[in-house]
């Protein structure tokens, strides 16, 4: 129940972006994670007004993006113990887990229209404007 209880106060923000597929164009376009489990779920670019539908596969693999979000956001908690380890010429470094996911980019690279794009992910980023 407690679980249950911290999950549903705790409301993931994953922003999701990628360069406009117009290569007259230098939009990105952005949007919530959360928003592709619309059934009329389209993206747009800001710039050319480009709109992108996304088919049930690609869809499928962005809602599973968001439960692997969602998950690491339900083990906050412990990331503050969680380390990455590595070896180094006199031993090994001790990265802290959480350090990393702010401080690396995040992307997936999925098909979209036949062609590879890499979909940069913003997990609670400090405002709507951190895109790239």
């Known amino acids: 129940m407690a679980a249950t209880r911290r999950k ?3 409301k993931i923000k994953a ?3 990628f360069h406009c597929l117009n290569d007259q164009c230098e939009g990105v376009v ?7 489990t619309g059934r009329d779920f389209q993206a747009v670019c800001p710039k050319c007004h ?7 596969e690609l869809k499928d ?5 968001l439960i692997l979000v969602e998950a690491i956001g339900d083990a906050e908690d412990i990331l503050g113990s ?6 180094v010429a006199g031993g090994s470094v001790k990265i802290p887990y959480a350090l990393l996911l702010t401080r690396l980019n995040t992307l997936i690279t999925l098909d ?3 062609r590879q794009v890499d979909f940069h992910l913003w997990i609670k980023p400090a405002s709507a404007d951190t895109f790239n």
């Open 8 to 10: 549903a106060d705790k």
């Open 15 to 17: 922003l999701i972006d």
């Open 30 to 36: 952005k949007f919530n994670l959360a928003d592709i």
């Open 50 to 56: 480009r709109t992108y539908m996304l088919d049930a």
């Open 61 to 65: 693999k962005l809602r599973r993006m």
């Open 82 to 87: 969680s380390n990455v380890s590595v070896n």
């Open 112 to 114: 979209l229209g036949g």
